[in-house]
């Protein structure tokens, strides 16, 4: 019997500059199987969707991160900000209605990260962690913002 195994496609991801709402400072990166379709419109429709939120990142001091997954032809945004010293917290939005909006979660198993944004969680997770070790200074916590990822997940 002849089995053949074919791999699961790759993505790509890409980083973009520091992304700021307020007090609060995100890494920026850009999933697509082609990132150049992923349109200069959309981030900005993204970016207005987060300045905007009732998550109230203007008045937080948090570090965190931004996936904006091209899913076909459609994007989820995944607002994550690190809290409680070690917590990863997440916000989900999805385009669904061609706007940026909340996907509400309320079962009590749902989804968190597939496994393209999951090679960014986890670089994530180990800049964080390297964070955590330091004074957590104005340095260190730009030290964490430029230690980015980039590449084939």
């Known amino acids: 019997m002849d089995t053949k195994i074919t791999s699961y496609p790759s993505k790509t991801a890409s980083h973009q500059d520091t992304f700021k709402v307020g007090k609060t ?3 920026w990166y850009n999933l697509a199987e082609n990132i150049e379709n992923i349109s200069t419109q959309d981030i900005m429709n993204a970016k ?9 990142f203007q008045n937080i001091n948090d570090l965190g991160f ?3 997954h091209r899913c076909g032809e459609n ?3 995944l607002v994550c900000t690190w809290r409680n010293e070690n917590e990863l ?13 909340i996907w509400e979660r309320k079962s009590n198993h749902i989804p968190t990260y597939c496994v393209w944004e999951m090679g960014i969680v986890y ?4 800049a964080w962690k390297k964070f955590l070790g330091t004074d957590r200074e104005e340095n260190s916590k730009q030290q964490y913002l430029d230690h980015l990822f980039e590449g084939e997940v």
């Open 25 to 27: 400072r995100f890494k």
């Open 48 to 56: 207005a969707c987060i300045e905007n939120s009732d998550e109230k």
């Open 66 to 68: 931004i996936i904006l």
């Open 75 to 77: 994007y989820l945004l």
């Open 89 to 101: 917290w997440e916000s989900v939005y999805y385009d669904g209605s061609g706007k940026f909006e």
């Open 123 to 126: 670089h994530e997770s180990q």
